[in-house]
Every structure is written in C-alpha cells, then in structure tokens.
C-alpha cells in the first residue's frame, strides 16, 4: 500500500514551458486534491475532486488544469509557467466518509526561472 | 470560506518542557485534522479530532466544536517534534483549508 505517490519531487522550469505534475493513490478514495504551499502562507487549495470526471476550483486556480478520468489519478498541469508558481506542490486524498481524513503525498518542489 | 488562526505562530522549548498549540476557527467543521511538517517538509498526519479528544503517545489534542478550537498538547518535548504543526478544517464543501502553522523549535 503506497498511500499518495507524487512525481517528480523535484522540478525546474523555465518560464512558459509547461509540465504535469502526477498524483496517483492506492487507496480507493473519492476525494483528491492539490495544494500548494509557499513562505508563510500555510496551504492553499488549487483544485480538487471529488470523483472521476468531477473537478472543481479551489481557493488559488489560475494558470492550473486538473482532470480525473481513473479513481487513482490527479494529474496538474501548468499551462505556461510563471516565477509565481514557484512553490512547493501537494496532492491529498480522503475517503468520502473517513475517519482518518486526508493522507498527504511527500510534495514536489518547482522552481520556475 | 472557513478561516482558521493558529497561535503562537512560534514556538522555542526547552527539550522535555511541555506546550499548547491553539487553532480557532470561524465556522462548524466536519473534519479538523492536526500535521506535522517535518524538516524534510513532509506533512504527518497527526490527529483526525473534528470533535473530541485523543491520545497518541506523548500527544494528544482536544476539538471543542460548539466554541470552534481545537487544542494540541506537547508533552516531554524531544528534538524530533521540530517542525511546523498545521490545523486543517473542512466545512462539509470538499476544501480543506490551512493555517499557517505553529513554528516549533525544541532546543536540546
């Protein structure tokens, strides 16, 4: 049981280039989500779903995509990168009814040039 | 959304002294979680406390829902619980939202 798996856990980017940022979960849970942390400012949600097929905008969307067409996967895709996305990226998942609450991939850490 | 206040923002402990993280927040919750960020920035999820009171080892956290806070207790401080403590709360809507965190530095 690998919990939340996230790749690469490191990255570089140059500015306007774009790239995925993968999440898979061998858990079976309903909930996924991304978040991304930078100096300060604990975590803030980007996307999330509650589903295959279902996403939805969190609290910091723009300059992101998300789709969910399997149960284990949650990719995010930066369109065209920026030095604002430089941050430290996590992706979580949960069971619907859960007594456990979220399980955290071990992050990746983007740096935009 | 909910707003979620963590204090004392930081945090300097002697090694075996004992202490009290504090997370308001602003509306009824479903789901509030307390996380360790270690050093190696990886989040350890410590407690799921949306109302209660549990006991892992040497912590232990307490959620009292009606008044919105939850508490996290230290005790016997060691070196190895430096790092960030985060209180997360979700209102029922999917988002789970962060504080930003209690510094803890326990000094040997």
Known sequence: NAGVTQTPKFQVLKTGQSM?????QDMNH???SWYRQDPGMGL???????????????????????????TEDFPLRLLSAAPSQ?????????????????????GTRLTVV | GIQVEQ??????LQEGANSTLRCNFSDSVNNLQWFHQNPW?????????????????????TTVATERYSLLYISSSQTTDSGVYFCAVEGGNNRLAFGK???VVVIP
């Open chain 2, 101 to 103: 965190g209690n510094q």
């Open chain 1, 44 to 70: 803030r949600l980007i996307h999330y779903s509650v589903g295959a097929g279902i996403t939805d905008q969190g609290e910091v969307p723009n300059g992101y995509n998300v789709s969910r067409s399997t």
């Open chain 2, 41 to 61: 920035g990886q989040l350890i999820n410590l407690f799921y406390i949306p109302s209660g009171t549990k006991q892992n080892g040497r912590l232990s956290a």
């Open chain 1, 30 to 32: 309903e909930y996924m």
């Open chain 2, 7 to 12: 204090s004392p923002p930081d945090l300097i």
């Open chain 1, 20 to 24: 995925t940022l993968q999440c898979a």
């Open chain 1, 86 to 106: 430089t941050s430290v990226y996590f992706c979580a998942s949960s069971r619907q009814y859960s007594n456990y609450g979220y399980t955290f991939g071990s």
